[in-house]
């Protein structure tokens, strides 16, 4: 998967969740990750979902 796809899908996950707080990290990753299982690295995730949360 390109990373805009991925990046299109945690933002997507972001969106449904609205997460805040310490906590929304792992929320998001564990979200995307089910999401994304098969189809995208844990670590190509986790990059998109920090550059999306910082943003």
């Known amino acids: 998967m390109s990373s805009e796809q991925v ?3 945690v933002r997507a996950v972001i969106a449904e969740l609205k997460p805040s707080g ?4 792992g929320a998001v ?6 999401r994304l299982a098969g189809r995208a690295e844990g ?3 986790a990059a998109a979902a920090r550059k999306l949360l910082a943003s």
């Not at 310490?22 to 990290?25: G, S, V």
């Open 29 to 34: 990753m564990k979200a995307a990750t089910a």
């Open 7 to 9: 990046e299109s899908e």
């Open 43 to 45: 670590a190509q995730v």
């Open 22 to 25: 310490p906590n929304a990290f």
